[in-house]
């Protein structure tokens, strides 16, 4: 007994092909991801690595910043996520991307990064210049004498400078971004989107390096 017509019968048969597609295979260029161009080399061999742009200065960086903590637990040994804090030549951006890597120099940012986050967007704390930085940093715990000297020095100036010159070379123009294996910034309307799409990519990735050690073209 046949319980479908045409039309319904249809829509069933294409809702099944996407569930029965392979992830990667949904990625599509202009919708959920642009490429890349040209590729960038990325700092962790033989991993995915996705990287997120962002800047603590950023209120849709701060409510992301929850959903990409657990959508890092989720993954697998082969994904890598850095972060990437921008600037975009804001001087309270800049002093805040400074701040960024004088907290993972000193070893502090596991336990201030969300910490500083939330004292800048829900206690509304003016944390934009070096001093209040670093007398913030003092008051959580850290060293305000030991983050003065980090912020000033020649190894978090060339990070910096670093963290500029990648983004540009992605073409970010907006935070947050996700950008995946050097090749791929994922696209999206909602930040739940902007995951899905990364997870596609990810998967699109694998599936190529699988491609690639079958002896098959990707």
Known sequence: MSICNGPVKSALFAALALLLWPAWALAQEGTTFRPVVPPRPTDSPGKIEVIEFFSYACPHCNDFYPLLQQWQAKQGKDVVLQRVPVG???????????????????????????????????????????????????????????????????????????????AESYGVDAVPTLAVDGRYVALGNTYPEILANTDQLIAKVRAERAGVKAGKHP
């Open 88 to 166: 975009f030549d804001r001087p309270a951006w800049v002093n805040l991307q400074r701040a960024y890597y004088v907290l993972q120099v000193n070893g502090d940012l596991p336990r201030l990064d969300g910490a500083l986050f939330q004292a800048i967007h829900e206690k509304h704390q003016q944390l934009f210049d070096e001093q209040s930085l670093a007398a913030w940093v003092g008051s959580n715990g850290g060293s305000a004498e030991k983050f003065a000297s980090a912020y000033v020095s020649f190894n978090v100036n060339n990070l910096t400078v670093q963290a500029d010159r990648l």
